[in-house]
Nanobody, 126 residues
């Protein structure tokens, strides 16, 4: 059974940090690359960070550049999102998702991602 399980969300004050984890199972992790997305009620899901399928370099939404860092530990089948200097507007449900490592579509195209986690809530108090 394919599973992506996020953890690490919670309540934090503005300026604080959280590290999200995404544990994958049921598929060959090396054949896929992980992206992080977030969604608030009433808004579309938006891309936060992912790895380029061209050269594997990290890609970030403008709103999180310089504050968030994506990483991956293939030996553990786990990806991470380190979030620093959190702002109230970062409050959302955060999802990890997996796409084909050789995928050619835009980095944050939701249709490129085959597997999705259930999400973890991040709340940043102002």
């Amino acid at each position: 059974e394919v599973q992506l399980v996020e953890s690490g969300g919670g309540l934090v004050q503005a300026g604080g940090s959280l590290r999200l984890s995404c544990a994958a199972s049921g598929f060959t992790f090396d054949d896929y690359t992980i992206g992080w997305f977030r969604q608030v009620p009433g808004k579309e899901r938006e891309g936060v960070s992912c790895f380029s399928t061209t050269d594997g370099s990290p890609h970030y939404a403008d709103s999180v550049k310089g504050r968030f860092t994506i990483s991956s530990d293939n030996a553990k089948n786990t990806a991470y999102l380190q979030m620093n200097s959190l702002k109230h507007e970062d409050t959302a449900i955060y999802y990890c998702a997996a796409r084909d490592r050789l995928g050619a579509g835009p980095p944050f195209d939701l249709h490129e991602y085959h597997y999705w986690g259930q999400g973890t809530q991040v709340t940043v108090s102002s």
